[in-house]
């Protein structure tokens, strides 16, 4: 295989649920039925249909993300993978993530889901506390939870969690334990969300409704604060807003999309960011709805809508990804002068307020400013030309 091959993220996104959590707005439905063996020839199709697009690539890592992926039969996902790592050359150590959902069922899978190549699975666990999943509209409990994280760590070589954070009636102290609890099993990767009212969702009725309210501001913050130093002490250092990892365990895959590489989405909702062979970048989005997706693909017209990214596009969403990052961004890798993409001005005036720092060409922002970092990114953006 040769090295000099451009490399290439594949996310395949797969839309059902058994029920609908009420704070989440991801593209995720609820079916009687499903049948499978469609929408294995309509992801076979799609994914040679993406071939063509991205031609011959190294295949540096597979998400199968939700929706509920864990609700795939193992005998879907291993044709899935073999399809992709047929198509593209994969690496030899390609990361393949499946996010699970931890009910007894799904948990049955992990050893057949590992047979079939995944290698790294993301458990939503979301809370260790049985009033509060409940809260959350989840469909398992703590225990069976924990169970998925033990079974998991027995099967996969690599595992990870999910937890929503900054819930209602949610302390110090209480958050504190759940930390501890989360930090027990010893993973090397945890994803830590705080609870966000998204449009239209049960929760912003619910809302506005004032059913529940959130932790204030300060405290939200207080207990970011608080989940970056406990899980920094015990080895898992952030890394993005949201991730923290031991180093060199962070998420290969979505490291391609912070770093502004090359990814391809197959599945309905599915985007990607792809290079074409000559130079210019496009961004992809397939149908959004389960059943336009397969319609299309049934009668091979495609599922993919493409846009052409200007160079200044490129600029903006690069700076926007890469910011999310706890790490320098060098400006200098923008494929326009960063005074095209950043208004010079406004960056010196928040490096004066000490919210932003520069060393050279690099600009590191404080934890203040990525605690707003879409105020950040709206303010310091240039004037589109
Ligand atoms: C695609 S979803 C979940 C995948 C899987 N179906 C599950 O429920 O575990 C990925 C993660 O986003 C987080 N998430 C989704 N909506 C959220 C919200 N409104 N606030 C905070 N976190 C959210 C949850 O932690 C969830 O595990
Ligand atoms: S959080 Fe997960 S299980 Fe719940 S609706 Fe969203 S994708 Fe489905």
């Given at each position: 295989m040769g090295n000099d091959l451009r490399s290439l993220a594949l996310y395949i996104h797969w839309p059902f649920c058994k029920s609908k959590c009420p704070y989440c707005d991801f593209n995720s439905h609820v079916r009687t039925s499903i049948d499978e063996s469609i929408w294995e020839q309509a992801f076979t199709q799609e994914l040679k249909r993406a071939y063509q697009i991205t031609g011959s690539r190294r295949l540096e890592s597979i998400f199968f993300g939700g929706g509920t992926p864990s609700l795939m039969s193992p005998s879907l996902v291993g044709h899935i993978i073999d399809i992709a790592?047929?198509?593209w050359h994969p690496e030899n150590d390609i990361e393949i993530t499946l996010e699970a959902n931890p009910t007894s069922i799904e948990i049955e899978k992990f050893k057949a889901l590992s047979q079939a190549g995944v290698n790294r699975v993301s458990i939503g666990v979301q809370s260790f506390n049985t009033e509060d999943l409940r809260f959350l509209g989840r469909q398992h409990s703590a225990d069976e939870a924990k169970k998925a994280i033990h079974i998991g760590q027995q099967y996969f070589d690599r595992v990870s969690f999910d937890l929503i954070y900054a819930r209602p009636h949610q302390t110090i102290q209480t958050w504190q334990k759940e930390l501890e609890t989360a930090l027990s099993f010893g993973t090397d990767h945890l994803s830590l969300y705080q609870l966000t009212i998204e449009q239209g969702t049960a929760f912003e009725h619910q809302y506005a409704r004032q059913e529940f309210i959130l932790p204030e501001e300060n405290l939200a913050t207080d207990l970011y604060q608080q989940t970056i130093d406990t899980l920094g002490i015990n080895g898992l250092k952030i890394y993005e807003i949201s991730n923290f990892a031991r180093p060199g365990q962070e998420s290969k895959h979505n490291l391609v999309y912070w770093t502004y590489q090359d990814y391809a989405g197959v599945g309905p909702g599915a985007h990607g960011r792809l290079t074409l062979e000559n130079g210019n970048k496009i961004a992809t989005r397939q149908f959004k709805a389960p059943e336009t997706w397969l319609k299309q693909v049934e009668a091979g017209q495609g599922t993919t809508e493409s846009v052409p990214?200007?160079?200044?596009?490129?600029?903006?969403?690069?700076?926007m990804m890469g910011?999310?990052?706890f790490r320098p961004f060098?400006?200098?890798?923008?494929?326009?002068a960063w005074n095209q993409a950043i208004d010079a001005e406004k960056l010196d005036i928040l490096i004066q307020q000490g919210l932003i720092h520069q060393q050279?060409?690099?600009?590191?922002?404080t934890l203040p400013a990525r605690l707003c970092l879409n105020e950040v990114l709206r303010y310091i953006a240039a004037p589109k030309p």
């Open positions: 790592t047929t198509l990214l200007s160079l200044n596009d490129q600029a903006a969403e690069q700076l910011l999310r990052l060098d400006l200098a890798q923008l494929p326009v050279g060409s690099c600009i590191d922002l």
